[in-house]
């Protein structure tokens, strides 16, 4: 169980060891110190690493096996060491935060601070509590890390002491049987141990010399000899009883055995008697081993408390010292800003000097420049006024010339319009020429001669006259147009 604890706890890695390897070392630690430390630190973590697989391991085994004997107890011991480390854990993580909180605190305290003594002070306070904090975290956890070795310590010795006691323990003899009750079989076993007590090894050799457990005897002869004798309490009488279940045997054998049983009863007493001194020397031993190491411990905490006193003492000359320091910084720092306040100062008058004499400058420069301005502005006026009134001369020249050559191109247009017209009218003279030549030919080829009564066409029919008399006339006017079919082109002029 002991061992389950220590395993369990280190399991995971403790915050606070994380905390404490973050913790940036002292300027006045040896170097082969934090070697030290350093190398400690890795080895705890492959040690807790391996434990974390040998616990997985211990799980799957008992999850596999399907032992229900002690589950319910494993069970419950580990939900009590879980609650206890949880518990652990919460207060680890209050004690960070409450560390935490205090850095913040001297943080905000240094921004925008003034260099008062009361400011000093309390900034003094607060790195105090933090110190203290600190300190105490890691006297909490040194000594919970103590203790959990301790625990582990004498576990292992535990274990180490079951572990040598059943491979001490002799192993059963295994006897083979043999078909004749009265021969001693074949005994196998292993080899005494030499470094067994006296009354084991003698134990071990009188069985293997007189035929093993039922000496010689058969396994069920010898539980029936048994029998009679436990229940005669071991008095003469038992014989002719065990003569009746025996009857194989003679009553001299009976007797030999019952000797040989009672040497091994004897035996067995004295091998117990051995095992009680050599678990009481063990014990001695390890009390006095236990004891030892308690005192080796106690000389090296004794040691670490001397350590951390002059440690202790260390950090508070230096932190009297830094303060002394701050202090003559600070004055310095005094100093140096009056200086630089006077320098200022000075800057500033040779600066609004000079900037008195730029000004004057600047306005000099601003009213030559203005005058020169105006001037090129009156220059560049008259400039403009004289093209403008050359343009305008340009402007009135080219509109006469424009003028005379739009009229220029009229009278060609005319007379190239008159030309054309004049063409016109001669191509349809050529074209009637020709008409009536092609008319006056047609009409020599033609031999017939009709008279003909154009006015006939416009007249009415005798058929209209009939209708017009019964109908009347629509209109009395004259007749503003009158359709008719198109006149071929050779009918015309016939």
Known sequence: MAALATTGS??????AEGHRSRTPAPSGRDPVDQRLVTQRAAQFLREAERNRRQIEKLE??????????????????????EEKRNAEKMNLQRQLVKIHNGVRKFQRQLIDVKPTPQMIERLKEIMSEVEISINSLKEEQRSCFEELLKEERICRQETAAYEKKIENFPESISVKPDPKPHTAPTVKTRPLDRDF???????????????GACGGWDQYDHQTFLTVWTKHGGRPAYRKEAKLYLPGLTLEEIEQHEKWHQELIY????????????????????????????EAEEAVRREKEANSQAHQHRAEEERVEA????EEWKEEKRRNKEKEEEQKRAEEIQKRKRAMEERCRQLEVKLTIEEQLRLRRAEEEEQQRRGKEEEQRGMDERSREAAKVIKRFSERDLHKVEAKLQEKRMRVKEEEE????????????????????????????????????????????????????AVPTWREGL
């Open 267 to 294: 035996l067995q007493g004295k091998k117990r008697e051995a095992i009680q001194r050599w678990k009481a020397s063990k014990h001695r031993e390890r009390q006095s081993r236990i004891q030892s190491q308690e």
């Open 60 to 81: 799957k085994e008992r999850t596999l096996s399907g032992c229900t004997g002690v589950s319910g107890e494993l069970e419950e011991y580990k939900k009590h060491l």
């Open 434 to 485: 020709r008409q009536r030549r092609i008319t006056a030919l047609m009409k020599e080829r033609v031999d017939a001669h009709i008279s003909r009564d154009p006015s006939r066409v416009t007249r009415p029919t005798k058929g209209w006259e009939e209708r017009m008399k019964h109908i009347g006339s629509s209109g009395g006017g004259p007749v503003l147009q009158m359709f008719h079919r």
């Open 10 to 15: 280190a399991d995971e890695p403790c915050p």
């Open 197 to 211: 007590p006296a009354e084991v090894r003698a134990l071990e050799s009188f069985l293997l010399q007189t035929g």
């Open 323 to 326: 303060a002394r320091r701050m």
